[in-house]
């Protein structure tokens, strides 16, 4: 059988896509425009989006594993519903779901909302599923490297709480991991929520002290108040993102992403391996 895979383009979907190919599963991906996709041999490409439903069901043909991965959008909810509906109707019942961290506190804030939602439709809904909750994204920070390298300022509103901010390989290959545990399964497996976090909790003044020490000059932590960080996003990106933005920074600094016991050590056993780490990412960024 072959594991269907969505969000195949970005960041974290590319790197699902190379982790599942390495280990030998049959891929395909539904993409938008196939021109701008560059995936290993072997993968199959369907054109398409997840409210296009002639192409949906072309891609769940022969399938009975999905990796959903929705990206933030103003109809990220409706893509979701209408992807597991269709999934179901399709006979694909082993599902991998990239949530994200605190999706059930965190209900101010839409994309946080939207998760919860469909985390609630997957387990209602019967299917064999492993819900993946990740922390903030280190590799978010490639958006800010500019003003940190040029300006001397970690601009993220991340707070004084802590952030157990998480490497995407490492989200990939627990993703990976799980999509082939459940693919080779013999038949459904219990659902489980894996929370996805990195191996320090690091609040705004930490991560400037790393580039500080990264950089060799100084770095300083521009401050909790998401206003500059909310104006300047709007500059790029819709005035509806740019402010739910600010509403989850909002809540990184007054409740924190924190990890629960264990978490890591769930982790490291599962990839066999210790977490990458914040500084590790930033040496290797500032050196490019």
């Known amino acids: 059988m072959t594991i269907l895979v969505t969000g195949a383009t970005g960041r974290v979907g590319t790197q699902v896509v190379q982790q599942l190919v390495q280990r030998g599963a049959a891929v395909r991906v539904l993409v938008r425009d196939p021109s701008k996709a560059a995936f290993p041999a072997g993968v199959e490409v369907v054109q398409g989006d997840l409210l296009d439903l002639d192409a949906m069901r072309a891609a769940f043909e022969g399938v009975n594993t999905l990796f959903l991965l929705n990206a933030v959008a103003g109809d990220e909810f409706t893509q979701a519903l209408i992807t597991l509906n269709m999934a179901r109707t399709c006979g694909v019942d ?160 007054n409740d924190g992403m924190l990890p629960e016991a264990g978490d890591q050590a769930r982790l490291t056993t599962l990839l066999g391996r210790p977490l990458h780490t914040y500084r590790e990412f930033a040496s290797a960024m500032a050196a490019q």
Do not use: C
């Open 94 to 253: 082993r599902v991998v779901y990239l949530s994200v961290l605190h999706s059930d506190r965190f209900v101010n804030v839409p994309h946080f909302a939207v998760k919860q939602g469909a985390e609630r439709m997957i387990e209602q809904m019967g299917f064999s599923a492993t819900i993946l909750r990740p922390a903030y994204f280190i590799d978010n920070e490639h958006m800010v490297k500019d003003v940190i390298v040029n300006h001397g300022v970690y601009p993220m509103p991340i707070g004084g709480k802590g952030i157990a901010m998480i490497d995407v390989r490492d989200i990939a290959e627990v993703a990976a991991l799980e999509l082939i545990r459940r693919e080779q399964a013999p038949g459904k497996l219990p659902n489980q929520i894996i929370n996805l976090v990195g191996p320090d909790t690091l609040t705004g003044s930490a991560v400037a002290a790393i580039w500080t020490e990264v950089l060799g000059r100084p770095v300083v932590y521009g401050g909790d108040d998401p206003t500059g960080f909310e104006q300047n996003l709007a500059t790029f990106m819709p005035k509806w993102m740019a402010y739910e933005m600010r509403l989850m920074a909002e809540r990184f600094v």
